[in-house]
């Protein structure tokens, strides 16, 4: 019989950690997988269905950006890294790559509750057909297609995506785009702002060189252009 409520894989080589979260999350009932190293977090996630993923950047064998970008390859779901000051690059990269969500260590629980509950509500969002040109978004499905193929995004891009077509012919600025994807207080900047939506517009646009659909306003921000 399989067990009940979202299923949450923590990787972290701290084992007091691993016990903190394991039970603070198992009180608020969530089913909790553990790992303390790469390799066992990616043996995890193939055997069991995982809904979200807890993932320190510094593990003893391959690194914690290496597990974020082969999971990102195999499935969408949301990934928050936990990093410190000194892995400040490798979260970067990963916010840029594949991953959600950081939390700095040392974390309080009530943080890390927030952004899990946060990361499950949005990805489970459910809604109609949004249709443009080429562009096909099936919110029911949080499926994408372009040209009648489905493409591949990371969860960050879809919500991105999501909150511009919600707000399709309006200015979307970057401190919208901060608050309603990255919810105020991740340190997140216009630099990765800008990352993340070039990775994006790769993915939808037909033109990268000549945007269709998220256009950028200079010193402003961002459009989703409405068909005329």
């Not at 923590?10 to 903190?20: F, M, N, P, R, Y």
């Not at 009530?110 to 969002?125: G, Q, W």
């Not at 919810?183 to 993340?196: A, C, L, M, Q």
């Amino acid at each position: 019989m399989s067990k009940k409520g979202p299923h949450i894989l923590v990787v972290d080589d701290d084992k007091g950690i691993l016990l903190t979260l394991r039970s603070s999350l198992e009180q608020n009932g969530y089913v909790v997988y553990s790992a303390e190293s790469g390799e066992e977090a990616l043996e995890v996630f193939a055997q069991h269905r995982i809904d979200l993923i807890v993932l320190d950047l510094k593990l003893p064998d391959i690194s914690g950006l290496e597990v974020c970008k082969k999971v990102r390859e195999q499935a969408q779901v949301p990934i928050i890294i936990l990093s410190v000051k000194d892995t400040e690059g490798d979260k970067v990269e990963a916010l840029s790559s594949c991953a959600d969500d950081y939390v700095s260590k040392p974390f309080s629980m009530l943080e890390i509750l927030a952004r899990i509950t946060a990361h499950l509500r949005r990805s489970h969002t459910t809604g109609p057909i949004f249709s443009s040109g080429p562009l096909t978004v099936d919110f029911s499905q949080r499926s994408v297609q372009v040209n009648g193929h489905e493409v591949d995004l990371t969860p960050t891009e879809y919500e991105i995506l999501t909150l511009m077509i919600e707000n399709r012919g309006r200015i979307v600025t970057p401190k919208m785009l901060i608050s309603k994807i990255w919810r105020d207080e991740f340190g997140i900047t216009s630099h990765n702002i800008h990352v993340h939506m070039h990775y994006l517009r790769k993915k939808i646009e037909p033109d990268i060189a000549a945007p269709r659909f998220i256009l950028t306003l200079p010193r402003v921000g961002y459009r989703f252009k409405v068909d005329d």
